[in-house]
């Protein structure tokens, strides 16, 4: 992401609560501004409400990009992507992350909670932020995304 996009948004269930306040903290000792749209425990709630919510901050400007997290990093990333102006990506490790926003203009990375470490998780925030879209024979691929 480029240094306009200084406003980073977080989403998480309570299994990636504490992943999200990790990569909260990461990012604010980078200069960044956190939007966290929660969850704020580590009680039981709903993935879906938190991925709509991430889904409509994105399409509204409200942030640059985000992150969410749950368990797997599946279900939130599917809720995510119910809005067409979400461009959500599940990414397990750099090559996936660096990838996503390379090829894909993804404007948020997934993450499993129980699936990665937060060393691994760190590395892909870093990348995916840092990463530019190419653009090229992409452009054209990622313009189809929003009219699905």
């Known amino acids: 992401m480029t240094d306009t996009h200084k406003i980073i948004a977080l989403a998480a269930d309570h299994a990636g609560f504490e992943l999200k306040n990790r990569i909260a903290d990461f990012l604010r000792a980078g200069g960044y501004e956190v939007l966290d749209l929660g969850t704020?425990?580590?009680e039981r709630v709903d993935y879906p409400d938190y991925?709509?919510?991430?889904g409509e901050a994105i399409a509204q400007g409200k942030a640059g990009c985000g992150i969410a997290v749950c368990g797997s990093g599946i279900g939130i990333?599917?809720?995510?992507?119910r809005n067409p102006k979400a461009?959500?990506?599940l990414?397990?490790?750099?090559?996936?992350?660096?990838?996503?926003?390379l090829h894909n203009d993804a404007n948020v990375l997934s993450l499993g909670a129980r699936?990665?470490?937060?060393?691994?998780?760190l590395d892909c925030v870093?990348?995916?932020?840092e990463t530019p879209f190419e653009g090229g024979r992409h452009a054209d691929r990622v313009k189809k995304l929003g009219k699905c």
């Not at 990333?77 to 992507?81: G, H, L, P, R, S």
């Not at 699936?115 to 998780?121: K, N, P, Q, V």
């Open 115 to 121: 699936l990665i470490g937060i060393e691994t998780a």
């Open 126 to 129: 870093k990348v995916f932020l």
């Open 87 to 89: 461009r959500a990506a």
């Open 77 to 81: 990333d599917i809720a995510v992507n």
């Open 40 to 42: 704020h425990s580590t």
């Open 51 to 54: 991925g709509f919510a991430m």
């Open 91 to 101: 990414c397990h490790d750099v090559t996936s992350a660096r990838l996503a926003r």
